[in-house]
């Protein structure tokens, strides 16, 4: 295998088999993270319905949610927020989340300006609204 794997003790596990990050040279490359937390299966913001359905979700919550992750996950990892070097977004909902997730997303990227895209999908693997892939240095 090509890279150093790592996964971080304080978020959440993996829903597949890949790890937290891998760093090749002096990459980091992050799987995608959403905003569950560390040992927990409730997601922040979510409410599901007994077949496990979204039935109301706080993008703001899910969003700080995801930053937390990431922040651990980079530094468990060597890395730092400010090493941030590229965002891809996912978003389940661009019409009504995007400038929120806007707002959002200057607060914690006001010093560093990673490159970034925002794409819309259907829906992911577990029932959030966002998820994140990030490529840092170390």
């Known amino acids: 295998m090509n890279g150093q794997k790592f996964n971080s003790s304080r978020a959440p596990q993996a829903v597949g088999l890949y790890?937290?990050?891998?760093?090749?040279?002096?990459?980091?490359?992050?799987?995608?993270?959403?905003?569950?937390?560390?040992?927990?299966?409730?997601?922040?913001?979510?409410?599901?319905?007994?077949?496990?359905?979204?039935i109301s979700y706080d993008i703001k919550q899910q969003c700080h949610s995801v930053f937390e992750?990431?922040?651990?996950?980079?530094?468990?990892?060597?890395?730092?927020?400010?090493?941030?070097?590229?965002?891809?977004?996912?978003l389940t909902n661009m019409k009504n989340d995007f400038k929120i997730y806007n707002e959002i997303y200057a607060e914690y990227f006001k010093e560093n300006q990673p490159c970034r895209t925002t794409i819309e999908i259907n829906s992911l693997p577990t029932p959030i609204a966002i998820e994140l892939k990030v490529i840092a240095t170390i």
């Open 69 to 90: 992750n990431i922040k651990y996950i980079l530094e468990d990892a060597g890395s730092a927020w400010e090493n941030i070097i590229d965002v891809q977004v996912f």
């Open 19 to 54: 790890p937290h990050a891998r760093k090749v040279g002096n990459l980091l490359f992050l799987s995608g993270v959403g905003p569950r937390k560390f040992g927990q299966n409730k997601i922040p913001g979510v409410t599901l319905n007994d077949q496990g359905n979204i």
